[in-house]
T-cell receptor, first 112, second 114 residues
């Protein structure tokens, strides 16, 4: 099974609404990252949260990390049609160097 | 601006062919990675390299090999392509200094093996 698993697998919302997706992982980590992938393209880094951080903001993105529950959430506020994409969490495990382990992703559809 | 390029966006090959996927980064990054992406499975690491001529197996190296003769170029080789290697292949790079944890991805190569 995967180190990072996203929930839900798919999400459909109206423009202006908030979108929340969750990520769970199994082993201790150095950091957790969220990436976005537009259809058929490469991944783009969104935000990184370190294991000693609990919350981080970047524009309309808010990420939380709960190391006791081995889980993270990504909140996109005031969503736009351009936010339609797949979102992946990736964990850097302790002593894994720069290697990341990705989850299966959450597909988000923002309807105009 | 950071840039990772991959030699082809789409590729169609026949079973048994030798396939080369090329990745080039212009950021002087030390680390380079090859992933494959399949629906519902996310990205899985095939091979990675921390330096020129260095390579390490990832989680699913079987059926693949790699080459890193120059710092900017990391090649993925399918010695004898099989239909179960039909997938999206993504290359990424990262630095060992500064923003060392962020990986920068290429646009991907969608490979179909017939």
């Amino acid at each position: 099974s995967q180190q990072g698993e996203e929930d839900p697998q798919a999400l459909s919302i109206q423009e202006g609404e908030n979108a929340t997706m969750n990520c769970s992982y199994k082993t201790s980590i150095n950091n957790l990252q969220w990436y976005r992938q537009n259809s058929g393209r490469g991944l783009v880094h969104l935000i990184l949260i370190r294991s000693n951080e609990r919350e981080k903001h970047s524009g309309r993105l808010r990420v939380t990390l709960d190391t006791s529950k081995k889980s993270s959430s990504l909140l996109i506020t005031a969503s736009r049609a351009a936010d339609t994409a797949s979102y992946f969490c990736a964990t850097e495990r302790i002593a894994a160097g720069n290697k990341l382990t990705f989850g299966g992703g959450t597909r988000v559809l923002v309807k105009p | 601006d950071v840039k990772v390029t991959q030699s082809s966006r789409y590729l169609v090959k026949r079973t048994g062919e030798k396939v080369f996927l090329e990745c080039v980064q212009d950021m002087d990054h030390e680390n380079m990675f090859w992933y494959r992406q399949d629906p519902g499975l996310g990205l899985r690491l095939i091979y990675f390299s921390y330096d020129v001529k260095m390579k390490e197996k990832g989680d699913i190296p079987e059926g693949y090999s790699v080459s890193r003769e120059k710092k900017e170029r990391f090649s993925l080789i399918l010695e004898s392509a099989s239909t179960n290697q039909t997938s999206m292949y993504l290359c990424a790079s990262s630095t060992q200094a500064g923003q060392r944890d962020t990986q920068y991805f290429g646009p991907g190569t969608r490979l179909t093996v017939l």
